[in-house]
């Protein structure tokens, strides 16, 4: 692994259904980070993460919770999916709670499609 | 409430010069990164500005002035491989990053 792992890479959901996308990082970042991208609107933060033990809210939560037991890992579950939640959902991280001299690091990106 | 304007998409011929330009308005200014999103991947890091100024890097250059909350990608001896979304973000007041919509640019030979 170098970076961050996302996976599953694509997934076709029924409405409904419960998810989790996972993602692993093996930068020893204190930071991660849950976005969603979509057509015109440019990436919105769903959750974050600043360090182990601790989550918040970003701009877009309603319908994604997060958990951070360690420093690698930050799963993104859908307790019920929706086909207002059909995007591209990135991972990200950084050194620490802030954005440095080098922003983020971005994982390869999950395409989820609720139907 | 916080803004980043970017345009939409914007058209270049293979060996030109083209300028992206990013204006902002948002709560606090700690800098302003540029990425690059080639279509279904991940951004990668560009450049970064802090201070008002230009940052050059090869081929690629940043503008920052903060006065007039503008910045600019300058992207020279242009290439097919440079076809992608170039993202602006600024680091606000809490040291977060708030994304711009993107720019899509298109090179034609």
């Known amino acids: 692994i170098a970076g961050i792992t996302q996976a599953p890479t694509s997934q076709i959901l029924a409405a409904g259904r419960r998810m989790t996308l996972r993602c692993t990082q093996d930068m020893r970042h204190n930071a991660m980070y849950w976005y969603r991208q979509d057509l015109g609107l440019g990436l919105r933060l769903i959750h974050y993460s600043n360090t182990a033990g601790t989550t918040g809210k970003g701009e877009v939560p309603d319908g994604y919770s997060v958990s951070r037991a360690n420093t690698d890992d930050f799963p993104l579950t859908l307790a019920s999916a929706v086909p207002s939640q059909t995007s591209v959902y990135f991972c990200a991280s950084s050194e620490t709670g802030g954005a440095g001299l080098y922003g983020y690091t971005f994982g390869s990106g999950t395409r989820l499609t609720v139907v | 409430g916080q803004n980043i304007d970017q345009p939409t998409e914007m058209t270049a011929t293979e060996g030109a010069i083209v300028q992206i330009n990013c204006t902002y308005q948002?709560?606090?200014?700690?800098?302003l990164f540029w990425y690059q999103q080639h279509a279904g991947e991940a951004p990668t890091f560009l450049s970064y500005?802090?201070l008002d100024g230009l940052e050059e890097k090869g081929r690629f250059s940043s503008f920052l002035s903060r006065s007039k909350g503008y910045s600019y990608l300058l992207l020279k001896e242009l290439q097919m491989k440079d076809s992608a979304s170039y993202l602006c973000a600024v680091v606000d007041s809490n040291y977060q990053l708030i994304w711009g919509a993107g720019t899509k640019l298109i090179i034609k030979p």
């Open positions: 500005n802090v």
């Open positions: 948002t709560s606090g200014f700690n800098g």
